[in-house]
């Protein structure tokens, strides 16, 4: 398994401004909707059997794992559709659009790494790169209940606790240690459709060590983005974006991996380490005046 590497030349973008984001409340269920809604899900069951024609990449993907894959994908079309993480019309493209998708990334995770994923939702990549490697530890961060109440119940029923945790919490609550599983920290953060490179980059550097890396599932504007936020990534302490296209010759089409490295440490605005007093710095009491 290959994966093939593109440069991006920067370009000087400024940031976009972030919103934070709020959770909707869920609509009360329309039981004379009911049937309707049944029908649908049992379509979806139908529809979620491994496709033939994928079978030797989801092989090659998640191994002697792959009977674990295939539940989650049942999770997925079933209480993922219900309680509206995974729409309707994905059911019939969650192997190929999600799964496969997802499970390539991890030709570029190293060995027993903690990897973060930021935005998780349904768990994607999140769940599918901890199945596919039981040699990892996965922490799932994601601030709406709903969707932590689905991962809680997924990586239960997959029989995932010992390598998976859920953290219920803003990326930046998690860095700053402000969420109930304290400062939050890992040598990967993975991220799909989450937000525009500027605005993750501000989100997910904070919570690596120097060094680790930001592994962003892009669409086919890729590049684009790249080199429209490249100077924003570099001013909060990133290295310069480069595009990867993972699973070649396994999946079709390849799965686009923006990464890019937190290579130094950048404060906040406005956020300075506390300065020592003179007596702390000489290592002494101050001197008596007279």
């Known amino acids: 398994m290959t994966y093939e590497t593109t440069a991006v030349p920067p370009s000087d973008a400024e940031p976009s401004p972030s919103a934070p984001a709020a959770e909707v409340p869920l609509p009360a269920p329309d039981t004379a909707d009911q049937p309707a809604a049944e029908t649908e899900l049992s379509s979806a069951q139908a529809e979620i059997v491994l496709p033939e024609e994928l079978t030797e990449a989801a092989q090659a993907l998640f191994g002697d794992r792959l009977e674990l894959a295939s539940a989650y994908a049942q999770l997925l079309a079933t209480d993922g559709v219900l309680r509206g993480l995974i729409g309707p019309r994905e059911a019939p493209r969650i192997w190929d659009r999600h799964l496969l998708n997802c499970a390539a990334v991890a030709e570029v995770i190293p060995p027993e ?16 790169l901890a199945i596919a490697r039981p040699d990892l530890n996965v922490v799932l961060i994601e601030p709406l209940a709903r969707r932590t109440s689905f991962l809680l119940e ?9 390598t998976v945790r859920v953290v219920r919490g803003r990326a930046e609550e998690a860095a700053a240690g402000t969420t109930n599983a304290g400062v939050i920290t890992g040598d990967i ?7 525009p490179l500027d605005r993750l980059a501000g989100w997910a550097l904070p919570l690596l060590v120097r060094g680790g890396r930001v592994l962003a599932l892009k669409g086919a504007t890729a590049a684009d983005e790249v080199a429209e936020h490249t100077a924003a990534v570099e001013r909060l302490g990133g290295s310069a974006p480069v595009v990867h296209r993972c699973g070649v010759g396994v999946i079709d089409p390849p799965t686009t991996v923006v990464e890019f490295v937190r290579e130094r440490i950048v404060h906040p605005p406005g956020a300075r380490p506390a300065k020592k007093s003179r007596a702390n710095r000489r290592g002494a009491p101050g001197r008596n005046r007279r």
């Open 113 to 128: 790494v903690t990897v973060l994923d930021v935005g998780s939702g349904a768990g994607l990549p999140g769940l599918v």
């Open 189 to 195: 953060v993975t991220a799909r459709a989450v937000a």
């Open 154 to 162: 997924a990586v239960q029923q997959l029989g995932l606790a010992r």
